[in-house]
């Protein structure tokens, strides 16, 4: 489906104060992670079934030191890959809403591993993680629970600088398109991450790797 609801996420806007990753910890009662100092400001160090949500920090000092700060979460693709390939292994364990388009993880349906590796692989942004004790499969949900009752997803809400926003996929891509135009003039290398393929659209100001290894797509997407 093409219509339904969207997320845009302005990285120029993005102080990285974590709010987001807190409030998607809080609303979805999340279990704390063990962390670890390694010298950066990162912590936890990737997602996992406690964290759908994540500020990536990442470092660069070729020429004077620059931050690039990205808010990792599911995409929920319009055509998810990771729904094709657990079709094919547990029908059911995803689901996508046929309201919103959000791609949602069913938490009454466990998955043995050989088959979640496969579904993992499937995604061209690594995003689904598995509870190996429980054998549940968790990734962000777009708080579809605060969806159904005309609420805004728990990180929306908390974003104090208006990084990022929601609402229709077709004002959400309008909004994309215009800050891009605005800002285009500054950053040449400016861009929207697979704006035709995903609910969750980031404007980057350089290059994706520079944020994270999966920015945008590393699988080409099914259409």
Not at 25 to 34: A, G, I, T
Not at 95 to 105: L, P, R, S, W
Not at 124 to 138: G, H, S
């Amino acid at each position: 489906m093409t219509d339904g609801k969207s997320i845009f996420i302005d990285t120029t806007q993005c102080i990285a104060c974590r709010g987001c990753q807190v409030a998607c910890k809080e609303w979805n009662r999340l279990m704390p992670e063990k962390t670890v100092n390694k010298g950066n400001l990162q912590n936890p160090e990737d997602l996992s079934h406690n964290t759908w949500k994540l500020v990536r920090f990442s470092e660069s000092d070729e020429e004077k030191l620059t931050w690039y700060f990205f808010s990792d979460q599911c995409r929920h693709c319009l055509n998810p890959p990771c729904k094709e390939a657990a079709d094919k292994k547990a029908n059911g364990v995803i689901i996508q809403d046929e309201k919103t388009g959000a791609v949602i993880f069913n938490p009454n349906m466990r998955i043995n591993q050989v088959d979640f590796r496969e579904i993992r692989e499937a995604c061209p942004y690594d995003i689904p993680r598995m509870q190996p004790e429980t054998q549940m499969m968790a990734f962000c949900n777009m708080c579809f629970d605060r969806l159904s009752e005309g609420l805004p997803p728990a990180c929306v809400k908390a974003c104090s600088t208006g990084a990022m926003r929601f609402g229709s996929r077709k004002a959400m891509l309008e909004a994309a398109e215009k800050r891009l135009a605005e800002i285009k003039g500054t950053y040449g290398k400016a861009l929207l991450t697979d704006p035709n393929n995903v609910r969750v659209i980031y404007l980057l100001v350089d290059d994706p790797d520079e944020y994270h290894k999966f920015a945008v797509a590393q699988k080409p997407f099914v259409l």
